[in-house]
């Protein structure tokens, strides 16, 4: 069995008998639509301001030695992100976007029979990067006001005596809705380290409510609590690939060898280190977060449109009609909005632009409706 | 059998039980000496020119996008790199340097028993990847003129009915000698799909010589050969992190699901379309390295210090006396030089500067033999 499920990854039949694995849900990495034609992108939790002014400012000093390994920058990162999250640096890593973080833990982790308990809908890299293993994953449906159904959860991890990976977005991509910080305290307090909590906190930034806040604290003492970041949200530094992990130092040096060598690049580092000198920065990006919402909330309760409660940029409201014809529309008009997230295929996954781009969303939304569309 | 391996690699017993994988051969990704104090490097292979013009300003003009991720501008790479190797694009994939494609392939060759045969000494990325996983590892020493000793590797992979990765890196670093490149064929032309063969062209444009060529070919037909090509030599983008792989569209899909998402980054991707569209690059970056080189050479005949042929931008010479001794000295007199090398340790590698940085180093090694240390 153990063998099986190895030749089913590996190589010793030849290639002949290796099925490729399928690509599905990476098709639209490749999307030409992605391409500078004007069109309004509310589709990727992009930040719409842009790099920060010192952050551009850094980029263009950092031409100087970009031809450079980037040991010097990953060190002077290393040196201011440590005080500011107030970890010591042996519980940080680094990688090419949080997506490297979710990668090299489900790569470590893999074992004959493990378990891999997620969400349905979650984001979609953890699921993707397990294909090749011998993951058994479990996808349980939110809970009825979109949080992860942890009871549910715990009760498959329980039921096995094989190691899981549990992975909790939180704030959860693509519904932007909260899972209670309590109880998911309650029950990392209660695993043991046959249970590795990966703990996706990209939107953590936009978040701010009573009964949220971060696993950071657990990676002091327990090595099976896996907190990642990026500076792709909060920061706009999506195109530069810049995320981070916080663990216990001896996960830390588990995860090392899985990682990609030399990261994080020297550009991304040397924006980074600025971007988090700029102390007005996350105000800035939450603040023009709030306007978008804000104007979006308006026109989706002119329209009667339900949509979810969010703590991100981004949000799911409801569409009449076929997902794909409505995305196919937007697209015509020049929005670009979220791809499909099965099972909410009644659901639209928004991204929140400038104010302005969201005036011309509502804009849009409205002549959709005034055409029996929406 | 299978089991203990997975376990070794895995998660079911516990973390108590795990023994953390030790990091030697990365600590000097670490190293303090890599800041910006004026110390010339002639340590890393980097390309002393820097980033191209046309690089610098596409790297200026990429901000604006910045805060997108990087599907557009992967999608703009293609568009140039496929013609520009004349390679369809489904023969093409990217990383973060050209590290992460030698980390896919071993991560996704993986199977119980497999063998990695290699030489020593060579490039340790791959070995440190195979750490988590259970090969066997083979290093075979170089041959008498330092080539990969073919012939030798080739037992062991016949001598056995497991998979296995032949990594050669050609030309050889950190020796800078080649491997005949009619030898390599000859293999491949033999080989069965049992046998993955990962050639690490990282310095493919340095060379010149009637006997090499790239292995880029078999990748049409044979599912079992990997190139793997960087941005960070020729093109001077060491600290941007850009490689690519190139193999039988099969192969890319079974490596895809390895490689980290979201890749390239955007500054990568924008810099390496500028470079790929300047034709005097790669010229410039071969005259300068001969420079250096020249100088290099005048003062070890100089000096009677034997040194290898080198068809790369870096040489292996002769000292006398302890390597770390001779390390320490040169980063007294400001200038870093190569790490050591086992076997190889009565030899330093010294990367090529700038003519006039060669004139320092120069200057500095006949310092060292009027003091009798050389």
Redesign the interface.
């Known amino acids: 069995m ?2 099986r499920t ?2 089913r ?4 039949a ?3 008998t ?1 099925a ?2 399928p ?1 599905q849900g ?1 098709s ?5 639509r ?3 034609d004007g069109t309004i ?1 509310l589709s ?1 939790n ?6 920060a002014p010192v ?2 400012q850094a ?2 000093d ?15 990162l290393l040196d201011v992100l440590a005080p500011y999250l107030d970890v010591p640096e042996d519980r940080l890593f680094f ?3 949080s ?2 973080m979710l ?1 090299v833990a489900v ?8 378990r891999l308990v997620l969400a349905t809908p979650t984001f979609e ?1 953890v699921p ?2 397990s ?2 293993f011998p993951y058994q994953v479990d996808a349980v449906p939110l809970t009825a006001d979109y949080a992860h159904d942890l009871g549910r959860m715990r009760e498959i991890v329980d039921s096995s005596a ?2 899981a990976i549990v992975y909790i977005c939180n704030p959860n991509n693509p519904t932007g809705t909260l899972t209670s910080s309590a109880d998911v305290d309650a029950w990392i307090r209660a695993s ?3 249970t ?1 909590f990966l703990v996706d906190e990209a939107y953590l930034e936009y978040a701010n409510d009573p009964g949220y806040w971060s696993a950071q604290p657990w990676t002091a003492d327990r ?2 609590v896996i907190v990642v970041r990026t500076f ?1 949200k909060i920061y ?6 810049l995320g981070y992990g916080i663990a216990h130092p ?2 830390v ?2 995860l ?3 990682l ?9 580092a040397v ?1 980074a280190i600025a971007s988090l000198g700029d102390s007005e920065l996350v105000g800035r990006s939450v603040g023009v977060n709030s306007r978008a919402k804000a104007i979006l909330h308006g026109c989706l309760d002119d329209l009667g449109l339900e949509y979810l409660p969010t703590h991100t940029n981004f949000l799911m409201h409801r569409i009449s009609g076929e997902l794909r014809t409505y995305i196919d529309r937007m697209a015509e008009a020049g929005i670009r909005v979220g791809r499909p997230f099965p099972p909410m295929l009644e659901y639209n996954r928004l991204s929140f632009g400038l104010p302005e781009e969201m005036e011309r969303f509502a804009e849009t939304l409205r002549g959709f409706r005034s055409r029996g569309w929406v």
Chains 1, 2 share one sequence.
């Open positions: 153990e063998r190895f030749l990854t590996g190589f010793a030849g290639a002949a290796i490729p694995v690509l990476m639209w990495l490749f999307d030409p992605h391409a500078q992108r990727s992009e930040n719409p301001l842009g790099l952050a551009r980029v263009l950092g031409r100087e030695e970009a031809n450079r390994y980037p040991g010097a920058s990953r060190r002077a990688g090419a976007g997506t490297e990668r790569q470590a982790w893999s074992a004959p029979n493990a890299d993707g990067y294909r090749p094989h190691p043991s380290d046959r590795l090595t099976n792709s706009a530094m999506a195109g530069m690939r001896k996960t040096r588990r090392q060898p899985f990609t060598r030399n990261n994080p690049n020297h550009m991304a924006a």
